[in-house]
């Protein structure tokens, strides 16, 4: 089992930055794949970025490309995104997931069902 816990949420007008966090606990000992999700109110969970467990590739959807940067930390089985020039649309629960698999490319990265553990959640509001 892989514990997630997500930090760092907030309130922060447009324009703004917030840095959040995901450590993993449990058994972590294989690099599990990670990655962040987002969901907002009456919509589907979505995809916004994954780096690879053991390599330097990032992947990000194409709504945060440019924006975000995703970064891992595996000594400290910690996952960070930096969020930058922030809009109300990115306003939603974001959710930190891991996989007990390795994913392959954008096509593994960005399916919500590839993920075996989630985290409960922080809630990210970008006022206008």
């Known amino acids: 089992q892989v514990q997630l816990a997500e930090s760092g949420g907030g309130l922060v007008q447009t324009g703004g930055s917030l840095t959040l966090s995901c450590v993993a606990s449990g058994r972590t000992y294989n690099n599990p794949e990670m990655g962040w999700f987002r969901q907002a109110p009456g919509k589907e969970r979505e995809f916004v970025a994954a780096?690879?467990?053991?390599?330097?590739?990032?992947y990000y959807s194409d709504s945060v490309k440019g924006r975000f940067t995703v970064s891992r930390d595996n000594a400290k089985n910690t996952m960070v995104l930096q969020m930058n020039s922030l809009k109300p649309e990115d306003t939603a629960l974001y959710l930190c997931a891991a996989s007990r698999y390795a994913l392959v490319g954008m096509t593994g990265v960005q399916r919500a069902d590839n993920y075996d553990y989630w985290g409960r959640g922080t809630q990210v509001t970008v006022s206008s």
């Open positions: 780096q690879e467990s053991i390599g330097p590739a990032t």
